[in-house]
C-alpha cells in the first residue's frame, strides 16, 4: 500500500509545464471539464478551489438548462455570476460542447477558452495525430507534470480507465513530453456491461475484498473488479515505466473511481489527486494572453 502523501508543487525542477506570464492575476475562474459520464464545474479564486459541482452527462441538455442549474448553485454559495473573470472548458463529449459554449456567452458574458492540441498548455504533444488524444488527457497531464515533474505517470479512473506518460523535456528549459498511453474500459461500464449481458450476475457494492480468491459471487465480483483493475493497472505502469526509463517516476490517480479503495491498495501509485483535471484547466488558462 502506498502513504499518498501530499506534495508542494515542484520548484526549478526538470519541468516547465506552466509560466505565469499571461497578464492575469488570480483570476476568479470557471473550470468546465466535460466528460462522458459527468460534467464537472469548479470555481478558483486564484489557486483555491472553492467549490465543484458534477452533473450527469445529457448531450440533449440546453445552455438555458446548465444555466438554471448553475444559477441555483452559485446563489446557495452566495456567488454571483458577475466574479467570474474568466472561463475554461475541455469537452471529450462533441455533442455537449455547443450547449456549453452558449452557457458561457449567455450567463456569463463571456466566451469560454476552449482547449484543444492546439492550445498553449506547456505541453509538447508526441501523440499521432495529435487531434485524437482526448482534451482531459492532455489538461490531466499539464497538471501532473507542473506539480510532481517530469517524467511521470497518470492514471485517470473515469468512464474508460486511461494511462498517460509525460516525459521530461529533451533540452534544458524545454517543456515536459505527452507520449500517449493506453485506454482501457473503464469500472463503470465494465460493471454495467456484466450485469447487462449476464442475467444472474447481482449488483454488488464495490468493496476490496478480504482475498483474491472469491468464495461466494459477490466476493468474486469484487475480486474480478476491484482486484483485477489494480492488476491491470500496476501491469501497464511496470510496462510504462520500463519503455520511459523511469523506474521510480510518480504516478498520479485522478477520476471519479480514483478512490482510496483503490490508491491506497496500489502498488504503484504514488499521490491521489481528484481534481487534477480542474488543477490542470485553471493552469491551462493562466497561460493564455490576457484579453484586453
Avoid at 500500500?1 to 483570476?27: E, F, H
Avoid at 442475467?199 to 459471487?217: C, D, F, H
Wanted: some cysteine.
Amino acid at each position: 500500500m502506498c502513504p499518498l502523501p501530499a506534495r508542494p508543487p515542484v520548484s526549478g525542477g526538470s519541468t516547465r509545464s506552466v509560466g505565469v506570464g499571461s497578464g492575469y492575476t488570480n483570476p476568479m475562474l470557471l473550470v468546465i471539464d466535460a466528460g462522458n459520464s459527468n460534467v464537472t464545474f469548479g470555481v478558483y479564486d486564484g489557486e483555491t478551489l472553492l467549490t465543484h459541482w458534477r452533473i450527469r452527462t445529457e448531450t440533449g441538455r440546453t445552455a438555458d438548462e446548465y444555466a438554471a442549474f448553475l444559477g441555483s448553485l452559485f446563489f446557495q454559495r452566495g456567488l454571483p455570476l458577475s466574479v467570474i473573470e474568466g472561463i475554461v472548458l475541455a469537452s471529450v463529449v462533441p455533442a455537449a460542447t455547443p450547449a456549453l459554449r452558449r452557457l458561457c456567452v449567455n450567463a456569463f458574458g463571456q466566451a469560454a477558452l476552449e482547449v484543444t492540441p492546439l492550445t498553449d498548455m506547456g505541453l509538447e504533444i508526441a501523440y499521432s495525430p495529435p487531434g485524437d488524444v482526448g482534451a482531459d488527457r492532455l489538461v490531466d497531464a499539464v497538471a501532473a507534470a507542473h506539480k510532481y515533474g517530469s517524467p511521470c505517470i497518470v492514471l485517470d479512473f473515469g468512464s474508460a480507465t486511461t494511462l498517460n506518460a509525460v516525459a521530461a523535456p529533451t533540452d534544458p528549459g524545454g517543456l515536459p513530453i505527452y507520449l500517449g498511453g493506453a485506454i482501457c474500459l473503464g469500472i463503470g461500464l465494465s460493471l454495467e456491461a456484466l450485469f447487462a449481458k449476464a442475467a444472474k450476475i447481482p449488483r454488488v457494492e464495490l468493496a476490496l475484498p478480504s482475498q483474491a480468491i472469491g468464495g461466494n459471487t459477490v466476493e468474486a465480483l469484487q475480486s474480478g473488479i476491484v482486484l483485477g483493475t489494480l492488476a491491470l493497472v500496476e501491469g501497464l505502469v511496470s510496462r510504462f515505466r520500463s519503455e520511459m526509463d523511469a523506474p521510480r517516476c510518480p504516478v498520479i490517480a485522478t477520476g471519479g473511481f480514483a478512490s482510496h479503495l483503490l490508491a491506497e491498495q496500489s502498488a504503484v501509485i504514488t499521490h491521489l489527486e481528484p481534481h487534477l483535471t480542474l488543477d490542470g484547466l485553471r493552469l491551462i488558462f493562466l497561460r493564455q494572453p490576457k484579453k484586453i
